[in-house]
């Protein structure tokens, strides 16, 4: 189970890229998506239509209390997983998830920040992980994590239903309605 968690939305300035947090973390294999900092009904609703299109069973919600959450799932057996350029290397890291991910019970929170990230979800993280030591973005941070940790078998697997479905083709849009509305 992997659940991602988007911190501090600012619904105004982040809208787009809290956004392509959920689409990536859908996407790339994540089961559940929490939005925390101000209420987004939009950015929720459009998500949960995504899913219902495409496919999957991505679950988006919003959560008022980060720390509460983080903490709570921490008891529950969730290992906390802090996404920052402070962080360990990824690839070396990423071995050890990888074990516990495929394991029947294996339950991870990645946390990915936006504005200024508190000094306590690092200490909260059971571990502080960067995708490369230098600045660049949630998104791709997210995508590149997730790409190593999850397996392609288990992406497909977690996306199938949905109403519509891509045929890939060389040089044309063509996409089939496999099921009514
Ligand atoms: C654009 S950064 C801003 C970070 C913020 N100024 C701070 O004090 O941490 C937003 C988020 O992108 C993610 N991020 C950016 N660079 C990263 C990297 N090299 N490795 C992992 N995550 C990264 C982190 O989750 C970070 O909180």
Same mark, same amino acid.
């Given at each position: ?5 988007? !911190? ?5 300035r ?8 959920? /689409?990536?973390?859908?996407?790339f ?10 209420l987004?009904?939009? !950015? ?22 980060w720390?509460?959450? !983080? ?83 288990? /992406? ?21 309605r496999?099921?009514?509305?």
């Amino acid at each position: 189970m992997i659940c991602v968690l988007r !911190l501090s939305h600012r619904k105004i300035r982040d809208q787009r890229v809290s956004t392509h947090v959920f /689409l990536v973390a859908r996407a790339f294999g994540a089961d559940e998506g929490v939005l925390c900092g101000e209420l987004d009904k939009n !950015l929720l609703d459009g998500i949960a239509k995504i899913t219902k299109v495409w496919g999957g069973n991505f679950k988006v919600r919003y959560e008022e209390n980060w720390r509460k959450f !983080l903490i709570e799932r921490k008891k529950e057996g969730w290992k906390i997983v802090h996404l920052t350029m402070y962080g360990l290397d990824f690839e070396e890291e990423i071995k050890k998830l990888k074990n516990k991910i495929g394991k029947k019970d294996g339950k991870i929170v990645v946390v990915v920040g936006s504005q200024k990230v508190p000094p306590e979800v690092y200490q909260i993280a059971d571990i502080n992980i960067a995708v490369y030591n230098q600045p660049h973005s949630e998104v791709a941070a997210l995508a590149i994590f997730l790409d190593r940790l999850v397996d392609k078998k288990t /992406l497909e697997k977690k996306l199938e239903g949905g109403v519509i479905k891509i045929i890939p083709d060389r040089c044309m849009k063509k996409v089939i309605r496999v099921k009514k509305d």
